[in-house]
């Protein structure tokens, strides 16, 4: 089992930036992938940006590619999703998710094991 959680949400206004994190406990496997998710209000739950433990390769999702970057810190088992130039359309709920023993990147939500109950962004314009 592994326990996700997520903080550093918040609100904010437009333009800003804000940097999240998830907070990883329990059978931390040394080849994991780790992802960011966001769902918004009425929208389904979708995968913004992932990394792995293997190789550190990222991918995003066009809609962040540009503004977000993801990270890990494998000393203190933490995620990061550092946030610029938020707009409005960011306002969601974002969660972390882990996939034990894999090294494949994905941003479908299916391939994630684990979950966070996720922190709340809010971008006001």
């Known amino acids: 089992q592994v326990q996700l959680v997520e903080s550093g949400g918040g609100s904010v206004q437009a333009g800003v930036s804000l940097r999240l994190s998830c907070t990883a406990s329990?059978?931390?496997?040394?080849?994991?992938?780790m992802g960011w998710f966001r769902q918004a209000p009425g929208k389904e739950r979708e995968g913004i940006a992932t990394i792995n433990t293997c190789s550190y390769s990222r991918s995003y999702a066009d809609s962040v590619k540009v503004r977000f970057t993801i990270s890990q810190d494998n000393v203190r088992n933490t995620l990061f999703l550092q946030m610029s130039s938020l707009e409005a359309e960011d306002t969601a709920m974002y969660y972390c998710?882990?996939?034990?023993?894999?090294?494949?990147?994905?941003?479908?939500?299916?391939?994630?094991?684990?979950w966070g109950q996720g922190t709340q962004v809010t971008v006001s314009s």
């Open positions: 998710a882990a996939r034990p023993s894999s090294c494949s990147l994905s941003l479908r939500q299916d391939q994630y094991t684990y």
């Open positions: 329990g059978s931390i496997h040394s080849t994991m992938v």
